[in-house]
Structures are given as structure tokens and as C-alpha cells.
């Protein structure tokens, strides 16, 4: 009945995360309604992307080039290490504009009851890093869950015999945040975790 | 509408669409429920903090059509957040986690193995539960469930475990001598690692030396595999990171 163009591009939109069928079909008829030229910026964006952008080499962030922005930037500090799940997470830290030093992008997190373990994730490469960089201190900003917790151990138990700095990005309180309403579980942490002063 | 509140630990909780989870829980009264919990990452009063796995709640549920319950809110029991510094209790923890929520069907009723994980659990956050508790918790859960394997006596004669023992997963548990002479797919057993594993099934708590524990692992993952028909991915990942 529709084109078998139209359809082609209702079962690509649909394989996308979050999208299924139906919206799929409204997004396709959008683009059918919009200029051309959005159509085509569209598909050379995405060409763009697939042909240009590659993990960083170093810390499996994004990059363009050979090595991403944050790695080839001199003004960062070599001694402090960041060490996040994903992309999004690094660009998080990135927007509080208070560390200075680098990252290494994980790819993902331990997850005992989904079986994905060390050989799943950058652990490997972050290991090998260490052998030929001055860090001195490893900051794990893995999410505070399960798998973030389980994750943040394993590299403690890994990297402390190596006599590198391991810390925790602490939990607890959001900023504005009011006691009455924190849940159990953050303000116990945040009661854990508190400090002298 | 039916709605319930009902003691349950999480088992398990995958995120699903922007902001939603599903999640598994180990209920007292209904065994396994699987329910949506709309906006439950973004959710700061609801759900907060409270549907990671291990986590001891009472959920509000209301039914909805088909087999998936809506989860409308939660009261924090217990997180066990102690088990999230230490790397082999969190393991065992979610070891247990995975074996309960795979050992049960949907909505039937297992108090008792409910009850024995909530013990678990406490005693594991507690730091009272070494390695050898993971294979007394995993003996009881396995006998509570309905597939206890047989280590005191023969699983096809009932007679003593006359030597050479094998231990065949197919026929339920260790075979002695001569009935092992039928069996395909038996494993050699020695009879102090039977009599050592009857023990704890009969409640006994003695620590296993390290190599028994491993001896006992490699069986328990067979047995186990065989009932469910797949290994638990949380042997994969305990084995990955020499843990027990």
C-alpha cells in the first residue's frame, strides 16, 4: 500500500532505541512533510557521523582525529584519572566544570545477574594506560547502583595493589535538596559519608 | 482494580524505554512478580534509591491485563547497602539473587524460600556468611524449590555411596559404585565431599576448605544447569573474578 521506500525508512527509525512502530511511522511522514534539504542534512549527518567519528584510542571516548579533544589537550592534568561508564557521563562531569584532569571511558558497567564481566569492559585498556602515564589517582564516577558499585570494588581491588590513589565520588544529598524528602537509601549513604568539620 | 501490598526483595530490575524498569521481585505471599514501574529512573520520591537488586521493600502493586503488575510506590525494609563494599558478599548476594529468581515460576507462592533469602541476605550484610554459606543457602533454596540433590545416600538404590561415587545430575545426585555403571553422565565424587555437602543439607555450618568449596561449586553449577537448562550467569561472573 505505502511506497517500499517509506517502508524501508519506518523499519530503520523503528530499529532505533526507544521508538517503535507507530512512531516510527509519524517521524517518517514528518520527514516526508519537511523540506528536502532537512532530509538531506539529515542522512549526511548521519553519514558524517559513522565515517568520521571513532572511540578515542587513549581513553574510548569520542573522537575525529587520532585522539579525542580532552586527550590531546595540554592544560589537563596527567595525574588524575577519571573513570566513567559511558560517553554521556563523561560529558555530565565535563558540564560542572570543576575537573581538570582525564577520563577513561569504560563502556559499560559489571553486571553479575546480565554476566557481563571485566573482559566486557575498557578494564584491560585502562590497566595498560597506567603503565605508561604519570596518574596518580583514580577517581571511579561509576553510577551509585548495584552494577556501579560492583564495578567501582572490582577496580579498587585491581588498581590499589598498584599503588595508585583509588576514590569514590561521594553519594549522598543533591545540592538544594530537602531532608523531609530525601528517600531512606540517600540520606543513609549521605549519613555514612559524612564529614568532619 | 486488585491492588496489594506485599513484602518482596528485588531479584532483578532492567530499565526499559527513557525512564521506565521492570522489575522482579521475590515476593512473600505471591512468589515471583514481574512489575512496570513508570518513571522509576526519574522518580526522586518514589522509587528512589530502592529498586536495586537485594533490596528488601514493600511494594504497592496493582494489577494490570496481563502477567505484569504496576508498581505504584514502595516502602524501604532494608537496602543492605553494607553488601555494596565488599566485592565477594555483593557476588554471593546477587548469586542468591539470580538462583531464587530463576528457581521460581510467576506468581507461585514460596514463603519459605523467601524467607531463607531475607535470612541471606541479613546475615550476609552482617558479614556472618562466608564462602560455604553460598553453598548451604544454594542447598536449602535448591531442596525448597524441589530439587534437592541426594549426597547422603544413592539416588537410584538409596543404599550407602559404596565406592567409586559419582555424582550424575541426570538421576539427581550421587550414585554409588555399582549404580554408576548405568549412568552416562556421572562425575567423579569423592565420598567426604558427599558427606561434607549431606551436612550442610542437614544444617550443619562447618567451613569447607577452599578446594572442596571449589569441588562443590563445579557440581552445584552442573546440578543446577541441568534443572534450569542454562548455567546463571552470576557462576560466569564470580569465576571471572575468583570469587567464591
Request: proline share 5%; glycine share 8%; charged share 25%.
Amino acid at each position: 500500500m505505502t511506497p517500499a521506500p517509506l517502508n524501508r525508512l519506518v523499519a530503520q527509525l523503528a530499529k532505533l532505541p526507544g521508538i517503535g512502530e507507530k512512531t516510527a511511522q509519524r517521524l517518517a511522514f514528518h520527514l516526508l512533510r519537511s523540506p528536502p534539504e532537512y532530509a538531506l542534512e539529515l542522512s549526511g549527518a548521519i553519514q558524517e557521523v559513522v565515517a568520521q567519528v571513532r572511540l578515542c584510542p587513549r581513553c574510548f571516548s569520542l573522537a575525529e582525529g587520532a585522539l579525542c579533544p580532552l586527550c590531546t589537550d595540554a592544560r589537563r592534568e596527567d595525574r588524575v584519572l577519571c573513570v566513567v561508564e559511558g560517553v554521556a557521563d563523561l560529558l555530565a562531569i565535563e558540564r560542572t566544570r570543576e575537573f581538570k584532569g582525564r577520563y577513561h571511558v569504560l563502556h559499560g558497567v559489571l553486571s553479575p545477574l546480565e554476566g557481563v564481566g571485566p573482559d566486557q569492559l575498557r578494564i584491560r585498556e585502562l590497566i595498560t594506560r597506567l603503565g605508561d602515564s604519570p596518574v596518580e589517582e583514580i577517581i571511579v564516577a561509576t553510577n551509585p547502583d548495584v552494577e556501579g558499585e560492583a564495578t567501582a570494588l572490582y577496580l579498587m581491588r585491581l588498581l590499589k595493589p598498584m599503588g595508585v590513589k583509588v576514590s569514590r565520588i561521594a553519594q549522598g544529598i543533591p545540592m538544594g535538596g530537602d531532608l523531609e524528602y530525601a528517600d531512606q537509601a540517600t540520606l543513609a549513604r549521605a549519613l555514612q559519608g559524612r564529614r568532619e568539620l | 482494580m486488585d491492588r496489594s501490598i506485599e513484602l518482596a526483595v528485588v531479584v532483578s530490575a532492567v530499565d526499559y524505554g527513557e525512564a521506565d524498569r521492570i522489575v522482579t521481585l521475590l515476593t512473600e505471599h505471591r512468589g515471583r512478580v514481574s512489575a512496570f514501574a513508570a518513571g522509576a529512573r526519574k522518580s526522586k520520591r518514589r522509587f528512589a534509591g530502592a529498586l536495586e537488586p537485594g533490596t528488601l521493600l514493600r511494594a504497592h502493586l496493582v494489577a494490570r491485563r496481563g502477567s505484569t503488575w504496576r508498581l505504584d510506590s514502595v516502602d524501604l525494609d532494608r537496602s543492605h547497602l553494607a553488601l555494596r563494599t565488599d566485592l565477594p558478599r555483593l557476588s554471593r548476594a546477587l548469586y542468591a539473587l539470580e538462583l531464587c529468581r530463576e528457581l521460581v515460576r510467576d506468581e507461585q507462592p514460596h514463603p519459605a524460600l523467601f524467607r531463607i533469602l531475607v535470612e541471606y541476605l541479613g546475615q550476609l550484610e552482617a558479614n556472618r556468611a562466608g564462602p560455604t554459606s553460598l553453598i548451604a543457602f544454594e542447598l536449602a533454596a535448591l531442596g525448597l524449590a524441589g530439587f534437592m540433590p541426594r549426597f547422603s545416600a544413592c539416588a537410584l538404590c538409596g543404599g550407602g555411596l559404596v565406592e567409586p561415587v559419582r555424582f550424575d545430575a541426570d538421576h539427581g545426585g550421587c550414585v554409588c559404585g555399582p549404580c554408576g555403571l548405568r549412568t552416562a553422565h556421572g562425575v567423579p565424587v569423592s565420598r567426604e565431599l558427599a558427606a561434607a555437602l549431606a551436612g550442610l543439607q542437614a544444617g550443619e555450618r562447618t567451613p569447607m576448605p577452599a578446594d572442596q568449596r571449589a569441588r562443590a561449586r563445579e557440581l552445584l553449577n552442573r546440578f543446577v544447569a541441568h534443572q534450569l537448562g542454562r548455567r546463571l550467569n552470576a557462576v560466569d561472573f564470580m569465576a571471572q573474578l575468583g570469587l567464591d
